[in-house]
């Protein structure tokens, strides 16, 4: 079982975001990818809404990629070309979860959607990281 965190704990939030990024990755007939890129999609929220805890910055509850990026930047934390990417991934948060709304996702499409979540969750950690905590180092 993973460790329970806080919820003001920049690495709960990175831990929620690895489980959703562990999820996206592993194919299975009877999954959708629609349901992967999904979780892809979570990683990569979860992780910059840990970033966002980190910088000690609000944020509202959203499934907005783009304007958690924003709000990053807001925060004189220049965000990388490679990460600010990740706001494709926001149609994955609603159009895609529902039967007949949106297109059918391809291979390519998951395979995209999940580069760009690890690139996204590589990039905060090594900020976060740089706030003096790291990952396992706080337990119950």
Known sequence: MPNQRPPDDPWAWLDRSRSNLTRARHTH?????????????????????????????????????????????????????????????????VATRYPGVGEPVTEDEHERAVAIAERVVEWVEGHVKTGGETPGSRTE
Do not use: M, N, R
């Open 29 to 93: 007939p009877d999954v959708y990818l629609e349901d992967l890129c999904f979780d892809a999609q979570q990683a990569a929220e979860k992780a910059l809404k840990g970033l966002l805890i980190h910088l000690e910055a609000a944020f509202p509850y959203t499934h907005d990629v783009a304007d958690l990026i924003t709000l990053i930047e807001d925060h004189d934390l220049p965000v990388p070309e490679s990460v600010k990417d990740a706001a494709i991934l926001t149609d994955y948060a």
